[in-house]
């Protein structure tokens, strides 16, 4: 036995003991990371692991990144949900960012744990990345995926309950912060902005800043086409049960300058979804025509602009020619219209086709039927309901603060025929709100005169021309009657 007299160097003694070892320790350990490969390191981790789940009644779930050539839906889920659980106990991260990024992008580093807990069940996440050989290293080599760790007893609750809410939890987090996206078969299509689109599509961000709240329309037109949105949202279920695809179509027709490309991106902004700008003039082929539909996305919005510009499709009974409709060189009529509401349009969900055009009359009734275009939209001139939007838009003029030359503009708006786009270019001269509007009632004015000039111009020439049609209309008469009277004559005289 030791004495008290004893105790104190005894303790010293012990805890000089202690001290050595744990430097000995220290110092084989990281010996043993200069010396041991890493690769033998990771599989005697992953044994000890094994061997422990084993002894504890514990599963591991291994996520991997790719599910052969495709992208693994589960793996890319995690990698979104494990960022909004990053706590200050995780010791490394990953930063990056790209230019087309506007946030810093935050993922855990290989070897990091992070736990969670869903519904009274605890897990633990784990992400691995085995690293090739020295010769053989590259970054399409490397082998990254997840490690999920849990009970074995709760293995029903994470497959029915917990990976589907990690699902579903990684969705909204992507619809909260995705950056919408401007597709064309012209631009650039660096490998990080394909997207699935078989390299057929370069994309840019949209940087549009156009919404509901900023366009110059209606409220009630804005309001309804707000609500046909939204009903199409939510009726997957009803779609499918119904026997139709999950798509619709708007036709957007009007004189330039009424906002047509504001409203498609308006619909861009409030959905988070992608637009597609296809050009039917770069399109060789009905073939190719589907093909290109084939490499849009879910969740997108496909644009034909200037419809009656992009292709000759006119309407089949105002048609000279019984055939024309079906001689076009590029894309015909029946491709353009199985493009739109034939057997391929089912290749897709959730998808919005969106038709501009200048002439409505000059389309194909086929073209405009409900099931291909089911909302027709007139965006016509500015009305005064318009131009109070504009002016807190351009210049913060709000109802309750309004100049007194409004109720004059307003008159002369309602009565002229003139774009929002010509509206909002005058209200942009200067920031003066009165210089602005005293120069916006002069070009309201000159419209008005002028208008009212070519309306007199327009229904001169009318009747100059119904006078020249009369006169015609006589002259044919005149001539038939007397090549009946010849005839006449003759018959006698024989």
Not at 118 to 128: D, G, I
Not at 195 to 219: C, K, Q, R, V, Y
Not at 467 to 491: E, H
């Amino acid at each position: 036995m030791f004495s008290l007299k004893e105790m104190p160097s005894t303790a010293s003694t012990l805890f000089s003991a202690y001290a050595s070892f744990a430097a000995s320790m220290m110092m084989v350990r990281s010996m043993a990371n200069e010396i041991v490969p890493y690769e033998l390191r990771s599989y005697l981790s992953s044994a000890l692991n094994y061997l422990f789940a084993a002894r504890s009644s514990t599963l591991t779930l291994v996520i991997e990144e790719c599910c052969g050539m495709a992208r693994n839906q589960v793996y890319e889920a995690a990698e979104v949900y494990l960022r909004t659980k990053i706590s200050p106990a995780t010791d490394r991260l990953r930063v990056s960012k790209t230019p087309r990024q506007k946030h810093f992008s935050v993922d855990i580093e290989k070897g990091e744990e992070i736990n969670d807990n869903f519904e009274n069940l605890p897990v633990k996440w784990r992400f691995v990345c085995t690293e090739p050989k020295e010769e053989h290293r590259s970054a399409s080599n490397e082998k990254r995926f997840f490690e999920l760790i849990f009970n074995k007893k709760f293995k029903d609750k994470v497959f029915d309950s917990y990976l589907p809410y990690v699902l579903l939890r990684a969705n909204a987090i992507r619809m909260q912060h995705k950056v919408v996206k401007l597709y064309n078969r012209e631009c650039p299509c660096p490998s990080d902005d394909v997207d699935g689109a078989w390299g057929m599509w370069g994309s840019i961000n949209l940087e549009h800043p156009s919404t509901f709240d900023t366009l110059a329309m209606d409220p009630e037109l804005k309001n309804a086409i707000v609500d046909d949105l939204d009903r199409f949202l939510r009726r997957k279920e009803f779609y499918k049960k119904v026997g139709k695809a999950w798509k619709r179509g708007y036709l957007l027709y009007g004189p330039p300058g009424t906002g047509k490309s504001s409203l498609i991106a308006a619909m861009a902004n409030y959905l988070k979804f992608d637009i597609y700008d296809l050009e039917l003039t770069s399109i060789y082929s009905n073939s190719d025509l589907r093909r290109i539909m084939l490499s849009t996305t879910n969740r997108s919005i496909l644009v034909i602009e200037d419809i009656d510009c992009s292709v000759e499709i006119p309407d089949r009974h105002k048609a000279h020619n019984p055939d024309e409709f079906q001689a076009f060189p590029r894309v015909t009529l029946s491709g353009l219209l199985n493009f739109i509401d034939g057997l391929w349009s089912s290749c897709g969900d959730e998808r919005i086709i969106v038709l501009t055009t200048n002439h409505k009359d000059r389309l194909d009734s086929a073209l405009l039927r409900p099931g291909r275009m089911d909302v027709h939209i007139n965006m016509s001139y500015c009305t005064s309901r318009g131009f109070k939007i504009l002016a807190s838009n351009y210049l913060g003029i709000h109802q309750g603060s309004a100049h007194h030359l409004c109720g004059e503009i307003e008159g002369l708006i309602d009565s002229t025929e003139v774009t929002p786009a010509e509206v909002a270019e005058e209200l942009m001269k200067s920031d003066d709100a009165d210089v602005v509007f005293g120069e916006l009632v002069n070009f309201l004015k000159r419209k008005k005169v002028a208008s009212n000039e070519m309306k007199v111009e327009e229904g001169a020439k009318k009747t100059e021309e119904d006078q020249q049609a009369k006169r015609l209309k006589l002259m044919r008469v005149a001539r038939n009657f007397r090549r009946k009277a010849v005839r006449g004559k003759m018959k006698r005289k024989s």
